[in-house]
């Protein structure tokens, strides 16, 4: 059906715009451009937003599905719940999944079971090496074929640089995108923490932020030696930047993430070993976020995402080196972004630019915009909404969040994908 949706704040990622006005949806569920006329449409259902924003839908690139293998900890269905009540219309997943998605057949096997049972949208990558393994590439052909938006190893990051080579050069062919975690797996391997006077005074193993340093400028160096196009998952540190705008000055195929872990809190909110706050990679200092923000302002740094790693009590429950990485934050992304932009870091169109419109991009989806043809894939949002978060109400099976008992602003009221509701928060 026809929608008009009157009275909202437009925020526009392309333009960088926030103005008041109406938006009309197409029948096909397509966005048909801004509405000026007097009177609705013959036949169009009005929706009054009240002077709320209405954006695109957030594309969450990086997101961890237990399907297959780890369904206990979040399944499509209730990854999907929790997307909508976000604001997420579209979740690009992680292949960390037990076994890997590593063969089209895999890939297939997903792709419908995500279709069947999530609400939102659900696009996977796929795995660059056989079992995450770091040496022997997929099938990267058939898996694009298959529809893998991108390819990576998560966290498994090879220490075999000529295999990651042979990997890049192939996906350079073929023109695939390759998701690089830019971490030194020797100097990080056991670490919960970032090194520093914290923690030495925790007694906890630590990582210098020069592990990701290295890690990047590894990767990039293969990059300039392949020509592949690439996309760092997550710069967290003030080091890394340097040559992330080395890459973007010498005109490589270069982009960059980071999670909203990172700009959002800090190493100290690990306190009393407080393992809902053990990430991977971990915390960083306050002035690492300071200068990660400030990447982002600039357009350094394109995207933001949530990495939302679902982990049980039991795995949790545990010493703090012990405890599994990770947190959810599917519903928790939109509020906490609101942090940066009543602390006046950022605009809201700022921030659906790195949320929606430059993860869409990147990948060569049509979402993350207002833009007359795009899918109406739409959040309304109050941005200055107060709540207290209660893990226990989150959608998400898994409950580790770091922001359980926080005070936070930005409450998502609907969600809109392809004009269909999916979501319409109570009250």
């Known amino acids: 059906m026809t929608i008009l949706f009157t009275d909202a704040r437009l925020i526009d990622p392309e333009a960088l715009t926030e103005t008041q006005g109406s938006l009309l949806v197409a029948e096909d569920g397509s966005i048909a451009g801004p509405w000026t006329g007097k009177k609705p449409p013959k036949g169009a259902t009005v929706i009054d937003c009240g002077g709320k924003c209405l954006a695109p839908g957030i594309v969450d690139w990086g997101v961890k599905i237990g399907e297959p293998g780890e369904r206990h900890r979040e399944s499509f269905r209730s990854a999907g719940l929790a997307a909508a009540a976000g604001g997420v219309t579209t979740i690009i997943a992680r292949p960390d999944t037990l076994p890997a998605i590593d063969t089209p057949e895999t890939l297939e096997f997903v ?39 991108a390819f990576t190893d998560v966290f498994s990051v090879s220490s ?89 000055e010498a005109g490589l195929d270069v982009t960059a993430g980071t999670s909203i872990h990172h700009l959002t809190l800090n190493e100290l909110d690990v306190g009393d070993y407080r393992t809902f706050f053990k990430l991977t990679p971990p915390l960083r200092s306050e002035d690492d976020r300071q200068a990660v923000i400030a990447a982002l302002a600039e357009g350094l740094i394109d995207v933001i995402a949530s990495f939302h790693t679902p982990a049980d009590e039991e795995s949790k429950r545990l010493p703090f080196e012990e405890a599994a990485p990770g947190a959810v934050a599917l519903e928790t992304l939109l509020p906490a972004a609101m942090r940066l932009y009543h602390g006046g870091h950022l605009s809201l169109p700022q921030l659906f630019r790195a949320m929606a419109l430059n993860p869409a991009r990147r990948l060569g989806l049509p979402q993350g915009r207002l833009a007359e043809g795009a899918p109406a894939d739409l959040v309304l949002f109050d941005p200055d909404a107060p709540f207290l978060m209660d893990r226990f109400r989150l959608r998400s099976k898994s409950k580790n969040t770091p922001f359980d008992g926080a005070r936070m602003e930005g409450r998502v009221l609907a969600t809109w994908v392809g004009g269909v509701e999916v979501f319409r928060a109570e009250g």
């Open 111 to 149: 792709t419908r079971r995500a279709a069947e049972a999530s609400p939102v949208r659900i696009r996977h990558m796929a795995a660059l090496t056989k079992g995450r393994e770091g040496h022997e590439m997929t099938e990267i052909g058939f898996l694009l074929d298959a529809g893998a938006v």
């Open 160 to 248: 075999d640089s000529k295999a990651l080579g042979r990997a890049l050069t192939y996906a350079r062919s073929l023109g695939a995108l390759i998701v690089g975690h830019p971490q030194d797996p020797g100097l990080s391997a056991g670490a919960a923490t970032t090194s520093g006077k914290f923690a030495s005074l925790r007694g906890l193993p630590a990582v210098s932020p020069m592990a990701e340093r290295m890690g990047l400028e590894r990767d990039l160096a293969l990059v300039e030696m392949t020509g592949a196009r690439y996309h760092a998952d997550q710069i967290t540190t003030a080091r890394s930047l340097p040559a992330l705008r080395r890459a973007r």
